[in-house]
Nanobody, 118 residues
Framework: QVQLVESGGGLVQPGGSLRLSCAASTSIFRIYAMGWYRQAPGKQREWVAT???????NYADSVKGRFTISRENAKNTVYLQMNSLKPEDTAVYYC????????????WGQGTQVTVSS
């Protein structure tokens, strides 16, 4: 069974950067689109970014121009580079495999906490 494991979260000041990683237990990027979602306290989980198996990317308007999703096939890892972080980016970030457009697939990671605060 394929597993996704996120890492890289933490506490960062506004304007700072973090890079999240999502390591898959096997090579799935040629089959599945990969994406990131986030859930802030008291809010519903929301879609953040998608990287399809052709390498095309798509971003939520709230993160466009600040976040970049990428992958490293040799390491079975997807990344989310987050720059110019804002307090409203504070959330638990989840990696997902198999999403279609903005609808998530069934495979989720455990999540990693990102806190943006001074």
């Amino acid at each position: 069974q394929v597993q996704l494991v996120e890492s890289g979260g933490g506490l960062v000041q506004p304007g700072g950067s973090l890079r999240l990683s999502c390591a898959a237990s096997t090579s799935i990027f040629r089959i599945y689109a990969m994406g990131w979602y986030r859930q802030a306290p008291g809010k519903q989980r929301e879609w953040v970014a998608t990287l399809n198996n052709s390498g095309q990317t798509n971003y939520a308007d709230s993160v466009k121009g600040r976040f970049t999703i990428s992958r490293e096939n040799a390491k079975n890892t997807v990344y989310l580079q987050m720059n110019s972080l804002k307090p409203e980016d504070t959330a638990v970030y989840y990696c997902n495999a198999g999403l279609i457009l903005r609808t998530p697939g069934d495979l989720w990671g455990q999540g990693t906490q990102v806190t943006v605060s001074s």
